[in-house]
């Protein structure tokens, strides 16, 4: 072993070290920043629904007295949240169409929330997910 690799070593590791700790600096502020999206669309949602949160959400996202973009928001939220409760619901806003996002609800995101709903990975919903809904 010469000199050149006894010092490269050391720094490969600490090089290795601080990758690591920024992968999971940069997860948790990922898990924060998706938890407070939720926490704001279910707010949005008791403002005009109060009671249960999931139940608040699955009225805006089913109503058409709400702008798609606010439905939309709540079919995400419904879809970090894997509530089971909002799987039927979000299952009659399903027509396999691909998006228009000028007159329907976002089919993409519809898929990822049922797919959520149906017990789906979410590699964050552990980090903020309120203990009661």
Known sequence: MDAKTTI???????ACAAGAGILL????VMCLAIG???DNA???ALEKFPGNGTEALITVARSADFPLKARNRAIWALGQLGD???LAPLESLWTGKPCDHAVA????ELRKAIRQCRGGVNITRWAWKPVVL
């Open 8 to 14: 490269r070593r050391p720094a490969f590791m600490i």
């Open 25 to 28: 600096l940069g997860y948790g």
């Open 36 to 38: 407070a999206g939720v």
């Open 42 to 44: 279910m707010k949005k």
């Open 84 to 86: 089971v409760r909002a």
């Open 105 to 108: 609800v976002c089919q993409y």
